[in-house]
C-alpha cells in the first residue's frame, strides 16, 4: 500500500505496485522460516563476494534470497489479492460471535486431531493447544500432536 | 493377551466416568476402559510412538510433558465439577 503504484487498488491496466508486494512477500517470507532454519541457511555468509562491500546492495546470502523471494512472487501473485487474503487472515475469530472459545465449539461433533510444528512462528504449539483446551472443555474427542521440527512454519513442506 | 493390572485398575473404575490417564503409553488401558466400563477417557503421552498408536486406536491424546504440568487440563476440571 506504500507503494505509489498501488493507487488505492486501482492499478489495472498501468504499473503494478511490484516493489510493495516484493516487500511484504519478503517480510511473509521471514515467518515461515525459523531462527535456526535461516541459521542453519544462511547465517552470515556472504554472496560471491569475500568482503563486505560496505553499500546497500546484497552482500548477504540471506538478502539476495529473500529479493528473489519478493521479486519472483510479484510475477506470480496479484497484490490486492495478497492483500485481501492476509486481511481475510487477520479478520478471522473464530470466537468472535461467540463468550469464547469454548463456547465457539460448543455445537462441534467432530473429531479432533490438532496436529503442532515446534518451531512454527505462525501457528505456535502454544495457540494450538488453547484450541485443544477449548474443546476438552466440553469434552470433544481431540488429541494433539507436536512434531518436532526446525523448519518452522515450512515443516509441513519439509 | 490382557493384563492383569489392567483388569484391576479396571474393577476400580466405575462405569461410565471420566477418566484421564496420565502416560497413558499405547492406549491399551484406556481402549479397556472405554470398551468395558463405557467411560470418557483420555490420555497423556510424551513418546511420539506411542501417541501415534493412540491415534491409530481412535483415543483421544495429547502429546506432551507432564513434568511441564496440566494446566492445559484446567478447563476439564472447571467442567467436570461443574
Known amino acids: 500500500m506504500a507503494d505509489p503504484n498501488w493507487q488505492g487498488g486501482h492499478y489495472y491496466g498501468k504499473k503494478p505496485p511490484t516493489k510493495g508486494l516484493s516487500v511484504a512477500r519478503m517480510v511473509g517470507h521471514i515467518t515461515y522460516l525459523s531462527d535456526e532454519a535461516m541459521q542453519e541457511k544462511f547465517g552470515r555468509r556472504l554472496r560471491e563476494i569475500h568482503d563486505y562491500s560496505f553499500t546497500f546492495s546484497a552482500d548477504f546470502e540471506v538478502e539476495s534470497y529473500l529479493r528473489h523471494q519478493g521479486l519472483s512472487f510479484t510475477n506470480r501473485f496479484d497484490a490486492n489479492t495478497y492483500l485481501y487474503i492476509t486481511r481475510a487472515l487477520d479478520y478471522f475469530d473464530v470466537s468472535r460471535r461467540h463468550t469464547s472459545l469454548i463456547d465457539a465449539f460448543r455445537d462441534v461433533t467432530a473429531r479432533f486431531l490438532v496436529l503442532a510444528f515446534s518451531s512454527d512462528w505462525l501457528h505456535p504449539p502454544y495457540q494450538l493447544k488453547e484450541i485443544v483446551s477449548a474443546l476438552r472443555a466440553t469434552h470433544k474427542h481431540v488429541s494433539y500432536y507436536e512434531v518436532e521440527s526446525h523448519y518452522g512454519h515450512d515443516a509441513f513442506l519439509a | ?82
Do not use: N, W
Open chain 2, 1 to 82: 493377551m490382557r493384563r492383569i493390572d489392567y483388569k484391576l485398575i479396571e474393577d476400580m473404575v466405575p462405569a461410565g466416568s471420566t477418566v484421564l490417564d496420565l502416560a497413558c503409553g499405547d492406549g491399551e488401558l484406556l481402549s479397556q476402559l472405554i470398551a468395558e466400563k463405557q467411560v470418557r477417557g483420555s490420555g497423556v503421552e510424551i513418546s511420539k510412538e506411542a501417541v501415534e498408536a493412540c491415534v491409530a486406536k481412535g483415543l483421544s491424546v495429547f502429546h506432551g510433558d507432564l513434568d511441564a504440568g496440566l494446566a492445559d487440563f484446567a478447563t476439564v476440571r472447571m467442567t467436570s465439577s461443574s
